[in-house]
């Protein structure tokens, strides 16, 4: 998958149907107010350096993956 804003590709290693972090997680970090009611996604940046949590909205499959 590819993050629609910010580029960056990953593997999604898990999901929430909704929202499962905190208020404050969602205030700092969530700057575009994605909806809470939807799905989340736990993914692995692809090059390793971190984990995120990404709102359903926010991904794309990779383009490059289907070349």
């Not at 499962?20 to 205030?27: A, L, N, P, R, V």
């Not at 989340?40 to 499959?61: P, Q």
């Amino acid at each position: 998958m590819r993050h629609k804003l910010f580029k960056y590709c990953g593997l999604i290693v898990g999901v929430d149907p909704e929202f499962q972090s905190t208020e404050d997680w969602y205030q700092m970090m969530a700057k575009t107010r994605p909806p809470r009611d939807k799905p989340w996604y736990h993914v692995m940046v692809s090059d390793g350096s971190r984990h995120t949590y990404v709102a359903e909205r926010n991904l794309e499959i990779d383009p490059t993956i289907l070349n």
